[in-house]
């Protein structure tokens, strides 16, 4: 339920010693490039192929592990390497982490024929190439206040809805050919979460919007 598409807001680091910038400026430069790769391949797959099929088979692999490598988020916050709310960063990365492992990794036949999945990676990847983007060069010491900044505070209002609308709809369809009773309960459980969850995430990206961009 994350738009850790969600547009997941990870405040900006503390000032600290060098070696702490340095490595947070490397992780969300890889991450910014690893998601534009999916973004950019994306957008040519769906141009070549009408078949929904092609967006599973060519970008699963590299979206579960590039989704995989934000668990480290987790540990930033804790460690207070940045000033990221250590249950919503934690929320926000399980929750992702949960869609690519437990439904598009578990359920390709839920998964690979869903137009849905290439919605939910479009809004993904756009969202996150900015956040990266957006974090990156705020560490490198460049000018952060034009459009990027709007962009990153101003695109998940419809990167969000996509986002969230595309999970549901993939863990959904997951529920219809699990035959585990115990996994179809998890589903349920979370499906039912999505509502009271989405809403909590949108209103504090809109507080933080309204801080931000003041």
Same mark, same amino acid.
Request: aromatic fraction near 16%.
């Given at each position: 339920?994350?738009?850790n598409?969600s547009i997941?807001h990870q405040?900006?680091?503390?000032?600290?010693?060098?070696?702490?910038?340095?490595?947070?400026?490397?992780?969300?430069a890889?991450?910014?490039?690893?998601?534009?790769?999916?973004?950019?391949?994306l957008?040519?797959?769906?141009?070549?192929?009408?078949?929904?099929?092609?967006?599973y088979?060519?970008?699963?692999?590299?979206t579960?592990?590039?989704?995989t490598?934000?668990?480290?988020?987790?540990?930033? @916050?804790?460690c207070?390497?940045?000033?990221?709310?250590?249950?919503?960063?934690?929320?926000?990365v399980? @929750?992702?982490?949960?869609?690519v492992?437990?439904?598009?990794y578990?359920f390709?036949?839920?998964?690979?024929?869903?137009?849905?999945? @290439?919605?939910?990676?479009?809004?993904?990847?756009?969202a996150?190439?900015?956040?990266y983007?957006?974090?990156?060069?705020?560490?490198?010491?460049?000018?952060?206040?034009?459009i990027? *900044?709007?962009?990153?505070?101003s695109?998940?209002?419809?990167?969000?809805p996509?986002?969230?609308?595309?999970?549901?709809?993939?863990?959904?369809? @997951?529920? *219809?050919?699990?035959?585990n009773?115990?996994?179809?309960?998890?589903?349920?459980?979370?499906?039912?979460?999505?509502?009271?969850?989405?809403?909590?995430?949108?209103?504090?990206?809109?507080?933080?919007?309204? *801080?931000?961009l003041a």
């Amino acid at each position: 339920m994350k738009q850790n598409m969600s547009i997941a807001h990870q405040p900006e680091p503390r000032a600290g010693i060098s070696i702490n910038r340095i490595y947070l400026l490397f992780y969300n430069a890889v991450c910014a490039s690893l998601w534009f790769r999916i973004l950019i391949t994306l957008i040519f797959t769906l141009v070549s192929s009408p078949d929904a099929s092609v967006v599973y088979t060519n970008l699963e692999p590299w979206t579960r592990f590039t989704q995989t490598l934000a668990v480290v988020e987790i540990i930033h @916050a804790a460690c207070g390497i940045t000033r990221s709310p250590v249950f919503t960063t934690f929320t926000q990365v399980f @929750a992702r982490s949960t869609q690519v492992w437990a439904v598009n990794y578990a359920f390709p036949e839920a998964t690979s024929p869903s137009r849905a999945y @290439a919605a939910m990676l479009l809004a993904w990847s756009t969202a996150d190439v900015i956040r990266y983007a957006y974090f990156a060069t705020m560490l490198a010491g460049l000018n952060n206040t034009g459009i990027l *900044k709007w962009l990153r505070y101003s695109l998940f209002v419809i990167l969000y809805p996509v986002g969230i609308g595309s999970e549901w709809w993939l863990m959904y369809n @997951a529920t *219809k050919v699990t035959g585990n009773m115990a996994v179809l309960a998890v589903f349920y459980f979370f499906l039912g979460l999505y509502v009271p969850g989405s809403v909590m995430m949108y209103k504090y990206m809109l507080r933080q919007r309204r *801080k931000t961009l003041a």
